[in-house]
C-alpha cells in the first residue's frame, strides 16, 4: 500500500505526499465530503488501513479514531452542500473540493494521490489512481476520514429529518428512502438535480377519468 507514497517522495524535492479521496457522491442526499492526508513516514505508521468500502462501519471508526490520534498525521476535510451538488453538478462538485483539499495543504504539499480519473485545473502535481484507495495507505486513509465524517453528518440529518431514515442508508437511494421521499418529498438535505428526487419533485398530476357512460 505504500507503493505509490514511495515512487512520489522519490520524485519530491522536499515536500511532502498527500492521498485525496471523496465519499458521498453516490446518494441522493447529504452533502459530498473530500479529505486529503499526509501520513507519517511509512516506518513510524502501522495501521493496517484499506478501501473504506470493504471496512465495517465499526472497523472504519476505529481506523478513523486511530488515523486521527497518530503523529505527525497532517488531513484536511471540505464538504460540498447538497445546494452546491445541485448547481455545479456531482462532477464539477468532486473536482472542486479535491483542489480546495489541496490547496488547503499548500505550501506543505508537493504531490498529491488522488482517486479516480484526472481531475482538471490541479493545483499540484498529482497522480489519478483509478481505485486508489485499494493501492495507495495514503488514499484510503483518505476514504477512510471521508467517510466517517460524512457518516457522521448524515446521522445529524436525522435529528432533524427522521422520516427519512438518514441514520440507516446514509442518503442512498434505499429501497425505505425511496419511499420516504414518494410519502413526504424531498427536504433542504436532498439533491434534487438527481433523477429519482427530481422526478418526485416534477411528478405529472394525477389524470382523473370520467364514465361517459353516466351522461
Known amino acids: 500500500m505504500f507503493l505509490h507514497e514511495r515512487q512520489a517522495y522519490a520524485s519530491c524535492s522536499s515536500g511532502s505526499v498527500a492521498g485525496i479521496d471523496e465519499a458521498g457522491r453516490g446518494p441522493l442526499a447529504g452533502p459530498l465530503v473530500v479529505a486529503a492526508v499526509i501520513l507519517p513516514p511509512e516506518n513510524e505508521f502501522d495501521l493496517a488501513v484499506a478501501d473504506s468500502k470493504t471496512l465495517s462501519a465499526r472497523r472504519r471508526q476505529e481506523l478513523a479514531e486511530a488515523l486521527l490520534q497518530s503523529p505527525g498525521l497532517c488531513y484536511v476535510i471540505v464538504e460540498c452542500s447538497a445546494r452546491r451538488i445541485d448547481q455545479l453538478n456531482i462532477l464539477a462538485a468532486t473536482h472542486l473540493a ?118
Open 98 to 215: 479535491m483542489r480546495q483539499c489541496a490547496r488547503l495543504l499548500l505550501p506543505r504539499l508537493e504531490l498529491a494521490l488522488v482517486d479516480g480519473l484526472p481531475v482538471p485545473h490541479f493545483p499540484l502535481p498529482a497522480r489519478f489512481l483509478v481505485k486508489g484507495d485499494r493501492r495507495s495507505a495514503s488514499i484510503a486513509a483518505a476514504s477512510i476520514l471521508a467517510k466517517t465524517h460524512r457518516d457522521r453528518l448524515m446521522l445529524r440529518l436525522h435529528r432533524f429529518y427522521p422520516q427519512y431514515g438518514f441514520d440507516c442508508h446514509k442518503g442512498y437511494a434505499s429501497a425505505a428512502h425511496l419511499k420516504a421521499l414518494e410519502q413526504h418529498g424531498p427536504c433542504p438535505a436532498h439533491r434534487v438535480s438527481f433523477a429519482p428526487v427530481a422526478r418526485i419533485i416534477s411528478a405529472p398530476p394525477e389524470q382523473l377519468s370520467f364514465d361517459f357512460s353516466q351522461v
